[in-house]
C-alpha cells in the first residue's frame, strides 16, 4: 500500500508556496486516497438538484408558453406569404377568411372573393390548436384578399397569451410584418 507520508509533503509545499489555490490540493489530497461517495454528499448534491429544478420550473413554463404562441404567430405570417405569393403566382385572387376557430386558405377560381360557392378552400387552418392562446383580426369581411400583383387589404392578426402579444400587419401594398 503506498505512502500518504508524500503526498503531505507535497500538500504542505504547495499550500506554503500557492496560497491562492489551497483548495484545489485538498482535493487533490483527498480524491488520491478514496474512492465512491459518503451518503451525506451524495444527499447535498440531491438537495442542491432540486432546489435548481424548483427555480428553473416557472421560468421554464413561461418559456413554453411564449414558444406556443410565437410559433402561432409564425405559422400565420408564414400562412399569409403563401397565399400572396399563391396570388402573383397564378395571376389571380387567393383570400384568407377567418372564423372564430378557424382560417380557411382559399383560391378565388372566378377572381371574385365574396361569393362562396365557386371559391376552392385549399387548405383550413385550426386556430384551437393552438393551447393557451386567442387570435384575433381586424379585416373587413373577416378576410384578406391578395390579388394578382400581391396587393391586398390592409389589417392585422393579433395572436396572444396572458403575457406575449404578436401582431402580424399587412399593408394595402401586401407587405406583411410581424412584430
Not at 403563401?82 to 396570388?87: G, I
Amino acid at each position: 500500500m503506498e505512502s500518504t507520508a508524500g503526498w503531505n509533503i507535497l500538500f504542505e509545499e504547495v499550500l506554503m508556496t500557492k496560497p491562492e489555490r489551497p483548495f484545489r490540493w485538498l482535493f487533490l489530497k483527498r480524491c488520491g486516497h478514496s474512492s465512491g461517495l459518503t451518503l451525506t454528499e451524495l444527499m447535498v448534491v440531491i438537495a442542491i438538484i432540486g432546489v435548481m429544478v424548483l427555480a428553473a420550473v416557472p421560468s421554464l413554463s413561461a418559456f413554453v408558453s411564449r414558444t406556443r404562441t410565437k410559433g402561432a404567430a409564425q405559422d400565420l405570417y408564414f400562412t399569409l406569404q403563401q397565399v400572396r405569393m399563391n396570388a402573383i403566382r397564378s395571376s389571380g385572387r387567393w383570400a384568407l377568411e377567418f372564423s372564430t376557430t378557424s382560417c380557411r386558405v382559399i383560391d378565388c377560381v372566378d377572381n371574385d372573393c365574396t361569393t362562396t360557392t365557386d371559391n376552392q378552400v385549399v387548405r383550413t387552418i385550426d386556430l384551437t390548436q393552438y393551447k393557451g392562446t386567442s387570435v384575433s383580426q381586424n379585416f373587413s369581411a373577416n378576410r384578406i384578399v391578395f390579388n394578382a400583383e400581391g396587393t391586398s387589404n390592409a389589417g392585422s392578426i393579433t395572436v396572444q397569451n396572458p403575457k406575449d402579444r404578436f401582431t402580424i400587419t399587412v399593408a394595402s401594398s401586401g407587405r406583411i410584418r410581424m412584430q
